[in-house]
């Protein structure tokens, strides 16, 4: 292999940028070429695609977002786009891809698979939702940023004796809710993964109420329902009144940790070594602090799973 691409898709993430260097600068460190294609497979089809150096990518180890944008393209779920997009990579040359992005731009990767062109995944979303490894690059710095918004929100919330309902992201996935519930206190957690019946909400917040407990925070994963949904449902059942904090997009973005920098250079850098041993079709990840790669397609059948452990301890814990 003597050319390789690059490109970030779909939702943007906190240290897809240390990947992208880890890939440029590990592919550049082992005498390969590497093209940065722009705007996601929406940049491979038009062929938004440019050759990166060194310098390219100096300076974006601490930035949020991604330096090659990430876009989202419907085009591509057609054969007749991938096929274009197989044209664009031969024509630049490009003998493997990397693939830095969620669950859609991992379905992108395999039907490239499925085409005979080899493909690396790298795990980069926020959701922290993508099977074959424990974490995804972004998931610690979305998290560190929720927990810095929880902690402010109950500053306040203890003040006015009020109860808060902050509704963070996740798409389908419960993780961010859980661990950020977890590492800030919050009283109630709502997850897709360990749903929690209302009746019982009713109960916690009662019993709290009862022992002199004047305020809570109650977190609230997107894919259960939205915060405002959920505090005209506490309004009903109890009739306490909520404040709701919507966090948005906040979550993606700002200067990634030096954990997800950490794990984005390890696995960029995994993936380009994937390349040059002719290994595609694999997606990368982390599994107890060790990297391990799997076959994407295979992988794309496993359902993510939340660690049920940490919801229960997190119940035990807000009693
Ligand atoms: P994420 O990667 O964050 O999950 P999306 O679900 O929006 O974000 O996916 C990003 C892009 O991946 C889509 O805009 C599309 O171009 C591509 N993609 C998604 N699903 C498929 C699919 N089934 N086949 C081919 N490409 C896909």
Redo the contacts with the bound molecule.
Sequence with gaps: MKRIGVLT???DAPGMNAAVRAVVRKAIYHDLEVYGVYQ???GLISGNIHKMEVGSVGDIIHRGGTILRS???????TPEG?EKGLKQLKAHGIEGLVVI????????A??LTELGYPCVGVPG?IDNDIPGTEFTIGFDTALNTIIDAIDKIRDTASSHERTFIIEVMGRDAGDLALWAGLAGGAETILIPEDPLDMESIKDRLLKGLERGKKHSIIIVAEGVMSGNEFAEKVKQMTGIDTRVSVLGHMQRGGSPTAADRMLASRLGAKAVELLLKGKGGRAVGIERNELVDYDIIEALAIPHKLDLNISRLAKELSI
């Design positions: 898709s779909g939702g996601g497979y929406q876009a989202r393209c419907p085009e591509f779920q991938q992005g969620g669950d859609g731009s991992y379905r992108g395999k039907a979303t």
